[in-house]
């Protein structure tokens, strides 16, 4: 078939490496609290989208994905309590030479950063030197300074 002496290609045979279209955003929240990231990604096949948390796989249960006119919808659901870097990795069969596309997001917890833990004091017996050690509520672990 031709359009003014083109040929058509048929839309199945065409490939486009993956993109984002839609980054997560970056948040600043309150420990505990749950946060919602979603990233959209498009491509030729559709790309497979792939969280991380630090670096490392996030566990697809708390993942959700939709699919609409070739563009994958991802959210990822978080209960937070550290902050950390989120990535978002789209990937098709291109990724293997034009890469995977990527975006990130920084989740950090307000009200850490420039409060200063408690300070406690242990006596120790005749002869030993007293150490500060200061108390880490979030996890409950004593800290030596």
């Not at 978080?78 to 990724?95: M, Q």
């Not at 108390?135 to 672990?141: D, L, P, V």
């Amino acid at each position: 078939m031709s359009l003014t002496g083109k040929s058509l290609v048929p839309l199945s045979s065409l490939t486009v490496f993956a993109r984002i279209l839609k980054a997560p955003e970056s948040q600043n929240i309150t420990f505990g609290s749950v946060v919602t990231l979603r990233c959209t990604a498009t491509g030729l096949p559709v790309p497979t989208v792939t969280w991380l948390e630090n670096g490392k796989a996030v566990s697809v249960g708390s993942i959700s994905e939709s699919v609409k006119d070739r563009v994958v919808d991802s959210r990822l659901q978080v209960y937070v309590t550290r902050p950390g870097l989120f990535t978002c990795l789209a990937s098709n069969k291109h990724s293997k030479t034009f890469g995977a596309a990527k975006a990130a997001a920084t989740i950090s917890i307000s009200g850490i950063q420039g409060k200063k833990k408690p300070l406690i004091f242990l006596a120790f017996p005749a002869g030993e030197e007293e150490r500060g050690v200061e108390y880490c509520g979030g996890r409950g672990e004593a800290l030596e300074s």
